[in-house]
């Protein structure tokens, strides 16, 4: 019985210290985000998740049996985590810029992406394509923040190397 008291009081204790910080959140910087960068914001971050769906379903393709291809596959994936990181990154950015993190639906069967791979060539082809199509969104964004006068989306991801070729 006192065990279980103790096991009360200290989960009560817990929750008292730790609760507040996480129903709050971190917030880096109370002013929000411009409209205009929040959704170009989200919408990065669905091309991230895009590119880690897409890069991990070529791995799949290319750990199969019949392709072999596992250092291309083992490759394929730690792109495919990089990516997802990338989109966690993002989304940690949007919240602690007291803003709103609004994930879309990944639609690849209508986005030209292959669901089956004829060759190592197709998969490369569609891997250059995603990573120019990412690349593309996030220099837009640079220059929409600069555009807007928000230098701590621009110092933030540097910091976070996200961004690794903006102009």
């Given at each position: 019985?006192?065990?279980?008291?103790?096991?009360?009081?200290?989960?009560?204790?817990?929750?008292?210290?730790?609760?507040?910080?996480?129903?709050?959140?971190e917030?880096?910087?109370?002013?929000?985000?411009?409209?205009?960068?929040?959704?170009?914001?989200?919408?990065?971050?669905?091309?991230?998740?895009?590119?880690?769906?897409?890069?991990?379903?070529?791995?799949?393709?290319?750990?199969r049996?019949?392709?072999?291809?596992?250092?291309?596959?083992?490759?394929?994936r730690?792109?495919?985590?990089?990516?997802?990181?990338?989109?966690?990154?993002?989304?940690?950015?949007?919240?602690?810029?007291?803003?709103?993190?609004?994930?879309?639906?990944?639609?690849?069967?209508?986005?030209?992406?292959?669901?089956?791979?004829?060759?190592?060539?197709?998969?490369?082809?569609?891997?250059?394509?995603?990573?120019?199509?990412?690349?593309?969104?996030?220099?837009?964004?640079?220059?929409?923040?600069?555009?807007?006068?928000?230098a701590?989306?621009?110092?933030?991801?540097?910091?976070?190397?996200?961004?690794?070729?903006?102009?």
């Amino acid at each position: 019985m006192k065990i279980m008291m103790w096991m009360i009081i200290f989960a009560s204790w817990i929750l008292a210290v730790y609760a507040p910080i996480q129903i709050h959140g971190e917030v880096e910087d109370p002013i929000a985000l411009d409209n205009q960068v929040e959704e170009g914001l989200n919408d990065q971050i669905l091309n991230e998740y895009e590119a880690f769906y897409i890069y991990d379903h070529m791995a799949s393709y290319l750990s199969r049996p019949e392709v072999g291809l596992s250092g291309f596959a083992k490759f394929f994936r730690e792109s495919a985590n990089e990516e997802l990181e990338h989109a966690r990154k993002f989304s940690e950015f949007v919240n602690k810029r007291n803003s709103k993190v609004v994930l879309k639906n990944i639609l690849l069967a209508s986005s030209g992406v292959p669901m089956d791979f004829k060759n190592i060539h197709e998969v490369i082809d569609t891997a250059i394509g995603k990573e120019l199509e990412v690349t593309a969104h996030i220099n837009a964004l640079h220059k929409l923040a600069s555009k807007m006068n928000d230098a701590t989306v621009i110092h933030t991801w540097r910091k976070l190397q996200i961004v690794k070729h903006c102009k």
